[in-house]
């Protein structure tokens, strides 16, 4: 199984490129970081594949500020942060970012 994400910049209609994100599983004693990566050009980051993505809740943290100071604004949300659940091992899950200084979209895409 692999969870991936892809950041996008809807304001601007593009990619948000060089972007720093993370994966954390939630455990009965808090949250573990799993993984952390930086988005590619075409915004895209898989942050876990492989045997040990197991049925659990996760949380993927995207660092959205430097991103759009770089690009002149002040964002609204400084980083975007959603929990989600994964209930079987078999079916990859692709989970697109749309944001904008001002709004935050996360949904269930396909790879």
Do not use: W
Not at 51 to 76: K, M, N
């Amino acid at each position: 199984m692999k969870i991936s994400i892809q950041v996008l910049d809807a304001a601007n209609g593009r990619p948000c490129a060089e972007v720093d994100a993370s994966l954390a599983c939630e455990t009965a004693t808090g949250l573990i970081k799993l993984a952390s990566g930086r988005t590619g050009g075409d915004g895209r980051l898989v942050l876990a594949e492989g045997p040990d993505v197991g049925a659990a809740t996760y949380q993927v943290e995207v660092e959205l500020d430097s991103y759009y100071t770089l690009q002149g604004c002040l964002p609204l949300f400084v980083r975007a942060s959603f929990v989600f659940r994964v209930r079987g091992t078999t079916t990859d899950l692709h989970l697109p970012l749309l944001t904008s200084p001002q709004a935050l979209l996360a949904y269930r895409g396909a790879d």
